[in-house]
């Protein structure tokens, strides 16, 4: 087997959740810490203090320019990691941490929160709120192959991350009429409702099993199309399904 890869996870503004999906990945976790990657840098799971160097970092949370060692470290991350993952909605489009404006209890003076892209570049995104599992994991053994695996492997590694790096081309704005025009539109909705379920201030409703998007409503904080599972469908994913799905089952058994 070949040499381990080494991952971090970064956690600036955001409530932790795509910290706990990480460890819900229970024994395949084990499976991928024992065999494929070494867990250099997390909060409250490894104890380390400052930001190592490393092949795969996630980022959690969106970034707080009122934070003068939040903006230091993502940059310093972005230094030192080969692959920087804007890991969940926070870090991809904002999501929720756009509704602050400073006053918050805790800390009353923090009220710029921007997604990770507008301080650093980003390799790939990992979308929802939070992302399943199942994706973390699988990003996780793609990256290991393509780093370390074959040619044939690379290439199915390439096929699968290929649309999470083009989320990140895309850009880090996103509301409810662009789920209208990259979605709904091109005849990708499949009525699941999970863009109407994470809107946080309901401006999208689903309407005879389509959803509906209220543009004065909308707060542009983009949770629904970090949530949709087809905001980055791609076919090339879907030509290879079949490969893509036997290499990381291969891998974690």
Known sequence: MAE??????????????CLVT?????EGLFKLLDD??????????????HV????????????????????????????????????GGCAAYGNITRFCRGGQWNQPGQEAFVPISEVVDVDLYIPSCPPCPQEV?????????LLKGNEEQKNLATAY??????????GNEACGCDLMYDVINQGLC???????????????TMEYGKP??????????GACYAQCPRSWFNFDVMNNYEGIMDAIKGAMQ
């Open 4 to 17: 381990k890869i080494t991952i971090g996870e970064l956690h600036l503004s955001g409530c932790t959740g």
């Open 161 to 170: 991350l290929t649309p999470l790096m083009q989320l990140a081309q895309r």
């Open 22 to 26: 990480l460890a819900d990945n229970y």
């Open 137 to 145: 994991r699988n990003v996780a053994v793609m990256a290991y192959l």
């Open 190 to 204: 499949m009525g699941c409702g999970t863009c109407a379920g994470t809107c946080p201030v309901r401006a999208v």
């Open 212 to 221: 509906n998007v209220n543009r004065d409503q909308c707060i542009k904080c």
């Open 36 to 49: 494929y990657a070494d867990l250099v840098y997390a909060l409250t799971l490894v104890d380390v203090r």
């Open 52 to 87: 190592p160097e490393m092949d795969v970092c996630l980022v959690e949370g969106s970034c707080c320019l009122d934070d003068k060692l939040s903006v230091e470290e993502l940059k310093e991350a972005r230094e030192k990691s080969k692959v920087l993952v804007a890991y």
